[in-house]
């Protein structure tokens, strides 16, 4: 049996955890390659216009991966809890693909509120292939211990690029978008050409984050908001600026972010990503934000 | 300092809230602008780009109602974005310079009675919770007995005799209803204009155009977000279902989605705010032979964004026309018109 995870949403946070778990079970896993402009395409084929760059590319790997696999796994990710909830993409993304792509499906629902949990779904998914429930959930925790610890270490190494000399700046955004190489990766590299150490909101304390995000966000119940954006505290006598990195038109960013850039007051930008757009736009504005954290820390070290 | 209390209206519902704050409030409780083009104007000078279009209304709203002198204002919010409205305009609203305290009553789409109880307690020290349950539950029921009278206003009025007739017996009804002091009496000046709006001479043709309104739920209910939407189709002799109305967002809405999600078998989950439901509507609408179906949205509105392909396949197995209207903060509605009349025109050839 092959399943297909595509490259996309839910499988960067949970990247690691799908390799140990089916390297435990013995099930070969496909990835789809990284995004490119053909899956690109693929996707804009099928998406509604007004869908956000996100999903449509999701969607692009999903069709990609349609005739390479047995199944395609999607989790669904409902809410950790009843303030923890995540975005409307990510709760209807099976019934989308279901009617827009029509492949074969394994999928399993995390919702606490109505206690859906991810363990229990996992089991349901996979004991229908006759693998014994005992070893998935052995293979649960082992994954989940394995992708800690992998998680844990990345952490650290990105405390010890606080430290670094250089000008920081903290990039904000969600890491289906960070890590995608149509959005976040040239963005990175333009930073880093720019001189700029790259400080990652994603490897932070998740529960410190959630907590400190209060300062910024009161009341907010977006769980991965609260853990991107509470990274600003955990970080913030320590960077030189933020960037905002966001595909158009993501829904929750657009009130969050908004909220954090009225109440921060160190210099940020905020960069909206369409599928239309060039680089060359982003260039000049990465320059001048990079000459004005420049100006700001002459005058600091000068004081 | 007097207070003096503010909040953001959706279509005729600002009446029975009005109702219920003044019955239990002592201060002062504002009468609330109507959404013009000079709202809409302020609410979108002062939000983000991309969001969705009830926070630009409702955020001009505040803005008029703050420089009315309000310095008390209440938001309520649902489950989608919605709920976080109230934290963002708070601060946009403090950034310009007014002075005022915001309670959101509902966050993340739960009521909790007791933190209501809490706020309203704060805004006025002499709430009573008696007077509260008293005068919610004529309230419940004014929302009730308004939602009944629209759906058959709904499926008649385009084919009154008199045009405006409807209306003017509306308008009369809401004002009596605001009179009213007891369920009974309530109950009684409901079922007298029952009566005169079925003795309201229609002509009806043997063969009617039926259209089924299905969206979001915002731009559905506020007559202004959708430019008047129901009343276009009116003019054109067409009876209009609607299925979304706060008696059903409020009481109905947790038992039927779960009975909607069994009956629908090519969506396995609830998919986020009312996207679901309208997928199960467009079934319905295509089970009981109406001729179209209108689907209204705001603009950037995630969950119906990801219903809309649906929506669509599923329309087409039933084989009924959808048109996809998506409302902006246009101040004019000439482009929607040409839109409106071809799908109309489309119809009348189809039958």
């Known amino acids: 049996m092959k399943i297909g995870i595509p490259r996309g949403l839910y499988f960067y946070y949970f990247n690691s955890f799908y390799k140990y778990f089916f390297d435990y079970l013995d099930i070969q896993l496909i990835i789809s390659p990284k995004t490119n402009s053909d899956i690109l395409k693929l996707g804009m084929d099928i998406a509604g216009d007004e869908m956000c760059m996100s999903l449509k590319t999701y969607l692009g790997h999903v069709v990609y991966l349609k005739d390479k696999c047995d199944y395609i796994l999607i989790s669904r990710i409902a809410n950790y809890g009843e303030y923890n909830q995540t975005c409307t993409n990510f709760l209807a993304l099976y019934d989308i693909v279901n009617n827009l792509v029509g492949c074969k499906i394994i999928d399993y629902n995390i919702d606490l509120k109505n206690k859906d949990k991810e363990l229990e779904g996992l089991v349901e998914a996979f004991s229908k292939f006759k693998i014994k429930r005992s070893k998935i959930i052995k293979a649960y925790y082992y994954a989940v211990n394995q992708s800690n610890i992998s998680f844990n270490k990345k952490i650290i190494s990105n405390k010890e690029l606080l430290n670094s000399n250089k000008l920081k700046v903290l990039l904000i955004s969600h890491p289906y978008n960070l890590y995608d190489e149509y959005v976040g990766k040239p963005i990175i590299k333009l930073l880093k050409e720019n001189g700029l150490e790259v400080i990652d909101c994603n490897y932070f304390n998740k529960d410190d984050c959630s907590h400190f995000s209060k300062h910024f966000v009161p009341h907010l119940y977006w769980k991965y908001q609260k853990e991107m954006l509470g990274s600003i505290g955990l970080s913030k006598s320590k960077i030189d600026g933020i960037i905002f990195l966001t595909t158009f038109p993501c829904g929750l960013d657009s009130l969050a972010n908004e909220l954090v850039m009225r109440s921060v007051d160190i210099p940020y930008l905020n960069i909206v990503i369409d599928q239309t757009e060039s680089l060359s736009g982003f260039e000049t504005r990465i320059e001048s934000f990079v000459d004005i954290l420049n100006q700001r820390h002459e005058r600091n070290v000068k004081n | 300092l007097k207070k003096r209390v503010a ?92 002075d005022f305290k915001m309670y959101n009553l509902v966050t993340a789409g739960i009521t909790h009675p007791f933190r209501i109880y809490k706020y309203l307690k704060e805004i006025d020290k002499k709430v009573n919770i008696f007077k509260i349950f008293y005068y919610l539950l004529i309230t419940i029921r004014m929302v009730k007995y308004m939602d009944l009278v629209d759906i058959y206003i709904r499926e008649n009025i385009g084919f009154e005799k ?125 089970e009981n032979n109406y001729d179209g179906i209108i689907h209204i949205k705001s603009s950037f509105c995630t969950p119906e964004i990801g219903a809309m392909p649906i929506i669509k396949k599923v329309a087409n197995e039933y084989n009924v026309p959808v048109l996809f209207l998506t409302m902006d903060t246009n101040s004019s509605m000439v482009g929607l018109t040409t839109r409106l009349e071809a799908f109309i025109d489309m119809l009348e050839m189809r039958n």
Request: positive net charge; proline residues 4%.
């Open chain 2, 7 to 98: 909040f953001p209206l959706m279509g005729d519902y600002g009446i029975p809230a009005t109702y219920l704050f003044k019955h239990i409030m002592s201060c002062e409780i504002m009468d609330i602008p109507p959404i013009t083009n000079k709202t809409v104007e302020l609410g979108v000078k002062n939000s983000p780009d991309f969001i969705c279009t009830p926070f630009k209304y409702t955020l001009g709203t505040l803005i008029e109602c703050l420089d009315n002198g309000a310095n008390i204002l209440i938001q309520l919010g649902g489950g989608c974005r919605y709920g976080y409205y109230a934290n963002l305009q708070e601060k946009i609203l403090k950034d310009l310079g007014y």
């Open chain 2, 162 to 286: 008199e045009i405006g007739s409807f209306e003017k017996l509306k308008k009369k009804m809401l004002k009596d209803f605001t009179k009213v002091k007891s369920v009974f009496k309530l109950k009684k000046i409901y079922k007298k204009y029952m009566r005169l709006f079925k003795d309201i001479p229609l002509s009806k043709p043997n063969k009617v155009i039926k259209i089924g309104l299905i969206g979001e739920l915002y731009t559905l209910m506020e007559s202004r977000a959708n430019y008047d939407i129901e009343k276009f189709l009116a003019s054109h002799n067409i009876s209009i279902t609607r299925f979304t109305n706060v008696t059903y967002l409020l009481f109905k809405k947790g038992k039927l989605s779960k009975r909607y999600l069994k009956k629908l078998d090519n969506v396995k989950y609830k998919m986020g705010a009312d996207a679901m439901d309208n997928i199960y509507y467009t079934k319905y609408l295509g």
